[in-house]
């Protein structure tokens, strides 16, 4: 599916520097020849993440879905591909207690955690590190869907609270959560309007995939349960128990609806509703287009951790006596171990931002004898440093336009997609510039009666205003300019500088579309151009006549040039 992404042509050498013939290849040569080795001469995989395989640079891009137990979020799963998945159970207390990968294939069933981690061809074996009682909680669920075709779903356990959080799992929970969600390309928190209260176990969590802010998606379901006045309160509620877990000044995007298929309880907010999950959508449907650069920025943040971490290691190797007092200088260096973060920050001139959790890293380190520990290589590290300077910037070259992403890589088709965008439930039918589609009458009609009285009042000469004349009228709209001009466009369909009755009836339509808060498209709708200037015909300019030229091609560039007379 990805051309561009797995294209296997060869890899061409200009100048002496390589240049990568695809965007895959290219990460995974950057990062088997220039990031691992600093990784291994440094524990890297021992201390934060284990190494990459080809797997997690050609896999689809995956959506992980994270909440407490009944907020819905294998409902939100069957919502997104209109069927069930093996494996799936919903109920109203934690039905589901196992990770389930549900991905696509036309052999449907169900492949268990011990044998899932050993396949090649799946991301997942690094994950066989959390052991036996994990994998007898994980299981992949094949389905034949066209949803899972573009995308992976991760559906986790539901979170616990009170009591329940404290039984012991037998594997961490929250060590799996990271895992994935170094992985994946989105991240779905989900709350229920109900049930807002964060647990312990759910702040773990949050802190967990705390450093990728930039995936998580937050959302508060089951918001028809509630009326639009007490939805108002929780949505305050959730937004101050956030603020008090993420610890960050700004606000979190949150959106707001009923992700299942279940007739709505208090249906005031349905507009509300539907134009969050549009958005929510919208999204989703994206990350295939985005897949290549989220794995671009993932690999990027995990060589300047490695870098890092190799200034930390070499420190404390440094510090460390030859022979006398080994044990009393390594505690002494694990409880100043801040202090060492200051000074590389300082002489390296490193972000803050950058190190590890100072915590978790002194906790590591008392497993270690640091004089076992490497010094500092410069030649490791300036092999990366050329690498982010150099590699990066040409692997960004290999990087599609937007229009190559959207004629190479669709969206993210199938399941509730296709149903909510191909429908006359969509979003939009029949409102705004959308009013009128379809209907044997044209819309503008209507308001003939209004219209007429304004035209004939600014004085039509021939059956037609000047532009001095209709200006005086459009501009009470109080609309900028730059829209004004744009509505002018579309409406002097004939191009000749002047405004006859159809079309300047077709400016105020159009005035009041913008008014009444809707959106106006670049070029006017089929099923708004005026019943008399629609039997056109066309002449092709001089410009034009050396050149080949489709019909279809003259069709859109002179679409509204001429009417017929």
């Not at 797995?6 to 220039?34: F, I, M, P, Q, W």
């Not at 639009?228 to 309160?233: I, S, T, V």
């Not at 500092?376 to 982010?388: A, I, N």
Request: aromatic residues 10%; proline residues 5%.
């Amino acid at each position: 599916m990805f051309s561009w992404l797995k294209n296997s042509n060869h890899v061409r050498t200009v100048d002496n520097s390589e240049v990568y013939a695809s965007v895959a290849e290219g990460l995974k040569k950057l990062y088997k020849t220039k990031i691992l080795p600093l990784e291994e001469h440094y524990s890297f995989h021992s201390f934060h993440s284990p190494p990459l395989d080809d797997p997690d640079f050609d896999s689809k891009p995956t959506v992980l879905l994270v909440g407490q137990y009944s907020t819905g979020k294998t409902t939100f799963i069957r919502y997104l591909l209109e069927q069930d998945f093996p494996g799936m159970r919903i109920g109203p207390e934690p039905t589901t207690d196992s990770f389930i990968v549900v991905a696509h294939s036309e052999n449907e069933g169900v492949i268990p955690g011990n044998a899932l981690v050993v396949d090649p061809k799946k991301p997942f074996r690094a994950m066989a590190k959390f052991g036996n009682a994990f994998l007898n909680r994980l299981q992949c669920s094949l389905v034949t869907n066209k949803v899972l075709e573009s995308i992976s779903i991760v559906d986790t356990p539901g979170i616990l609270a009170g009591e329940k959080q404290r039984a012991d799992r037998g594997y961490d929970f929250a060590g799996v959560v990271e895992w994935l969600a170094e992985r994946v390309d989105c991240i779905i928190l989900l709350f229920d309007a109900h049930k807002l209260d964060i647990s312990d176990e759910f702040r773990g969590v949050i802190e967990a995939l705390k450093g990728h802010d930039d995936k998580i998606r937050i959302v508060l379901n089951k918001a028809d349960m509630v009326d639009h006045q007490e939805l108002m309160r929780v949505y305050g509620a959730l937004m101050w128990s956030l603020g008090k877990v993420l610890n960050t000044p700004e606000v979190a995007r949150v959106y707001i609806g009923s992700f299942w298929d279940s007739p709505l309880h208090f249906d005031t907010n349905r507009k509300l509703f539907e134009l969050e999950e549009q958005d929510l959508f919208r999204e989703i449907q994206c990350l295939p287009r985005n897949a290549a650069l989220r794995k671009l920025n993932d690999l990027i943040k995990r060589t300047r951790l490695a870098k890092v971490h190799a200034y930390i290691i070499s420190s404390l190797r440094q510090e460390m006596p030859a022979i006398f007092g080994r044990k009393d200088r390594q505690r002494h260096l694990i409880k100043n171990l801040g202090d060492i973060f200051t000074r590389i920050q300082n002489d390296h001139q490193i972000s803050p931002g950058d190190f590890p959790n100072l915590r978790r890293m002194q906790d590591q380190l008392k497993r270690y004898d640091f004089s076992a520990f490497h010094t500092l290589k410069p030649k490791l590290l300036e092999t990366v440093d050329q690498m982010l300077a150099e590699d990066v910037a040409r692997l960004m070259q290999l990087m599609p336009t937007d229009e190559e992403v959207c004629r190479e890589v669709p969206v993210v088709k199938g399941g509730a997609f296709n149903g909510f965008q191909e429908s006359p439930f969509r979003l939009g039918m029949g409102e705004g510039i959308d009013e009128g589609r379809g209907e044997p009458e044209w819309v503008v009609v209507k308001d003939k009666d209004r219209y007429e009285e304004i035209f004939r009042k600014l004085g039509p000469v021939n059956g037609k205003l000047t532009g001095t004349a209709a200006r005086s009228e459009l501009v009470k709209s109080k609309l900028p300019s730059v829209m004004l001009a744009k509505i002018w466009k579309m409406a002097d369909i004939d191009q000749d500088g002047m405004l006859d009755f159809d079309e300047f009836s077709l400016a105020l339509h159009l005035i009041n579309v913008k008014l009444t808060g809707h959106d106006l498209p670049n070029e006017l709708p089929d099923h708004l151009i005026p019943p008399s200037k629609r039997e056109l015909t066309f002449t092709i300019p001089n410009e034009y006549k050396n050149y080949s030229l489709s019909m279809d091609k003259v069709f859109d560039t002179y679409r509204y040039t001429l009417y017929a007379k």
